[in-house]
């Protein structure tokens, strides 16, 4: 299968401050990735869809303007939590597919655990 | 909208068979995974169906009915090391652009 590498896997970060995680599509090109959220003992959370070259779609209720979105080539995607907060303390994970029909499914990375203090 | 359902938990032997539930109802539907997920890591995938019927690899099978919005996942032969959440996750087409929208999952414990 195809390898998406998500960077740092975890952070801890001051209130008020801002976080980027990357997350890279090594093997393939990823033309569409996708950012999730996961709270504990709850399934994934669809925050926002990019596409190459594209503005993210976000889900309703998730907030465009503190959690930046960007899908600048097509092997990297990054999502910036600015002012953070306690309450964004969460796991996110990004996944990538491809078009085509070499992978239907969509890849995940390692995830990144992000703790705000 | 889009919803998906599956039960919370689930208990089950070691050695034993374990089938876990999904109803979903979805617009655009386009295709139907289940991916495992271990506690403090990211989804792995297992297996994807988008025609009716039984999809089977190795211990694990999937099934998908369209018609009713049902699929379950089977596990068979089961080992300590499955016990894991267990997401069932629909794709569906939106503007002509992909959504992977996932269910609450199923964590599953296998007990000696």
Redesign the interface.
């Known amino acids: 299968?195809a390898v998406v590498s998500?960077h740092p896997s975890w952070v801890i970060c001051k209130s008020g401050t801002s976080v980027k995680i990357e997350c890279r599509s090594l093997d393939f090109q990823a033309t569409?990735m996708?950012w999730?959220r996961q709270f504990p003992?709850?399934?994934?959370?669809?925050m926002a869809?990019s596409?190459e070259g594209s503005k993210a779609?976000y889900e309703q209720g998730v907030e465009k303007d503190k959690f930046l979105i960007n899908h600048a080539s097509l092997t990297l995607s990054t999502l910036t939590v600015t002012s953070a907060h306690p309450e964004d303390s969460s796991?996110y994970?990004c996944?990538a597919?491809t078009q085509g029909q070499k992978y239907?499914?969509?890849?995940?990375?390692?995830?990144t655990?992000l703790t705000v203090v | 909208g889009q919803n998906i359902d599956q039960p919370t938990e689930m208990t089950a032997t070691e050695g034993a068979i374990v089938q876990i539930n999904c109803t979903y109802q979805t617009s655009g539907f386009n295709g139907l995974f289940w991916y495992q997920q271990h506690a403090g890591e990211a989804p792995t995938f297992l297996s994807y169906n988008v025609l009716d019927g039984l999809e089977e690899k190795g211990r694990f099978s999937s099934f998908l009915s369209r018609s009713k919005g049902y699929s379950y996942l089977l596990l068979k032969e089961l080992q300590m090391k499955d016990s894991a959440s267990y997401l069932c996750a629909v794709r569906a087409t939106t503007s002509g652009t992909y959504k992977y929208i996932f269910g609450t999952g199923t964590r599953l414990k296998v007990l000696a």
Do not use: D, P, V
């Open positions: 299968g998500q569409t996708f999730y003992k709850q399934s994934l959370m669809l869809t596409n779609t796991f994970i996944s597919r239907t499914e969509a890849f995940f990375g390692q995830g655990r």
